[in-house]
Antibody, heavy 121, light 109 residues
Framework: QVQLVQSGAEVKKPGASVKVSCKAS????????ISWVRQAPGQGPEWMGW????????NYAQKLQGRVTMTTDTSTSTGYMELRSLRSDDTAVYYC??????????????WGQGTLVAVSS | EIVLTQSPATVSLSPGERATLSCRAS??????LAWYQQKPGQAPRLLIY???NRATGIPARFSGSGSGTDFTLTISSLEPEDFAVYYC???????????FGGGSKVEIK
């Protein structure tokens, strides 16, 4: 069965960077992409961007352009999301979700368990 | 950016009743509209994609309709496990972005 297992919770200071991992299993990793979605406390989900596990193509949400980088490692079937210059309003649970391989489909049937990133001085 | 407005924000219903949730887009999204259910401490769960297609394993009591700017999620007869928050989500082709609505909470009356 499809599984996405994310790395553990992080506490960061403002201005720092965080890198969250998402290890996939149960499917052919390069056939799909990964989207990253975050959810601040008490808020709705926010899509951060998408990466193709086939060729590394990316689409980032305009709001995060320049601060976010998504990568994949096909040798370990793992996706990564790095967010830089962290601010307090980046405090959220970060999710990975399996997505389309050639572009984002918005059809997120499979999700990771979520990673809490807390930004505090 | 396309904005999705959901209504009502909260609705109080009893098990067995029908729930009708609305999602309005600020501009046409054709049929690229999905619905998700979320319970506390859990990731969202895909219910409906492309406006009216049920995702794998989703019971028939969940149905979606609409196109363009106005969409509806209907739960025909609420089961105890259906009390949760529901989000709509759209996918735009250019720029290729996804946005979520603010959510509708279905609570037990």
């Amino acid at each position: 069965q499809v599984q996405l297992v994310q790395s553990g919770a992080e506490v960061k200071k403002p201005g720092a960077s965080v890198k969250v991992s998402c290890k996939a299993s149960g499917y052919t990793f390069p056939d799909y992409g990964i989207s990253w979605v975050r959810q601040a406390p008490g808020q709705g989900p926010e899509w951060m961007g998408w990466i193709s596990a086939y060729n590394g193509d990316t689409n980032y949400a305009q709001k995060l352009q320049g601060r976010v980088t998504m990568t994949t490692d096909t040798s370990t079937s793992t996706g990564y999301m790095e967010l830089r210059s962290l601010r307090s309003d980046d405090t959220a649970v970060y999710y990975c979700a399996r997505d389309g391989g050639t572009s984002t489909s918005g059809r997120f049937q499979h999700w990771g368990q979520g990673t809490l990133v807390a930004v505090s001085s | 950016e396309i904005v999705l407005t959901q209504s009502p924000a909260t609705v109080s219903l009893s098990p067995g009743e029908r729930a009708t949730l609305s999602c309005r887009a600020s501009q046409s999204v054709t049929n690229y509209l999905a619905w998700y259910q979320q319970k506390p401490g859990q990731a969202p769960r895909l219910l409906i994609y492309d406006a009216s297609n049920r995702a794998t394993g989703i019971p028939a009591r969940f149905s979606g309709s609409g196109s363009g700017t106005d969409f509806t999620l209907t739960i025909s007869s609420l089961e105890p496990e259906d009390f949760a928050v529901y989000y709509c989500q759209q996918r735009s082709n250019w720029p290729p972005e996804l946005t979520f609505g603010g959510g509708s909470k279905v609570e037990i009356k």
